[in-house]
């Protein structure tokens, strides 16, 4: 791994609560994370930009103060959008951020993607972090896996375990809709943020991975967001794009013209049919493929 330059340093910001006050549950939730953190005492945050670990950076901002340094993973399977947004928001928060360079494609393990890929990622992207929070004396790890997390087939998070990761959240119980409470209730902008994922589980295990292909499913998946879909997969399958949008957005696939430019857009990229999948955006859809 290479680091890119020095951490941004600074204060976070306080609290500047929203909405609705906490209800009972999420508020002892919230207690237990902020007490857990406290008790880390210093803590490196895997830090993608998504909601989750957004929300686990400022907690963690909030009671450790500057004894916390997020990390941002520079992966070619971390599409450039996402990195923008974990940069902007780091610098929001007010928080140190370092940007490390890790080529995970450079391991035959996960090259090959094979349905056991994300062990193999999460143990050697981990692993840097590792020694990046020695060198920085840094007492934890922690990432933002939370409970709705461990109903997936999600392989990495074996590795996670097996290198002593913290997942605070998860720990404190959290589901996804109470980290999006929580992140609203903090103000924090990207509270309803669409979920993302690595590039490659756009992509069925067995199929191998090269920066070309995901750079094109990036590539067409930013094409449609510009047409105003928030939440969108890219599903590749040789010539076909299997297109997952959510459902209530259905109508505006259906516009002559949205579908027109859609269609257009990724046959340019090489696509030479493009299909809507009816049941709608949904996580890991390609991961029964690998367990059954």
Known sequence: MRTGGSPQRGKNKPENRTGRPLNQSLARKYERLKNELKAAGS??????GGVDSSLLLRVAADVLKDQ????????????????????????????????VKANSLELPAVAKNSNQRCYYCKLFLFSGLKQIAKNKGLN??????NLDDTKDFRPGKKAIKELGIRSPLEEAGF?????????????LPNWNKPEAACLASRIPYGQPLDRKLLSKIERGERALISLGFSQVRLRHHGEIARIEINLEDFSRWLKPEIRTRAVSSLKKLGYRYVVLDLEGYRTGSLNPLAVK
């Not at 934890?140 to 896996?145: A, L, R, Y």
């Open 43 to 48: 803590v490196l945050v895997a830090f993608s």
């Open 68 to 99: 916390v340094l997020a990390v941002t993973v520079d992966t070619p399977l971390f599409s450039r959008q996402e990195m923008r947004a974990a940069q902007k928001l780091a610098k929001g928060l007010q928080v140190g951020l370092m940007i």
């Open 140 to 145: 934890q790890i922690v990432e933002g896996s």
């Open 175 to 187: 589901s996804k809709n109470e980290i999006r409470q929580l992140a609203k209730y903090l103000g």
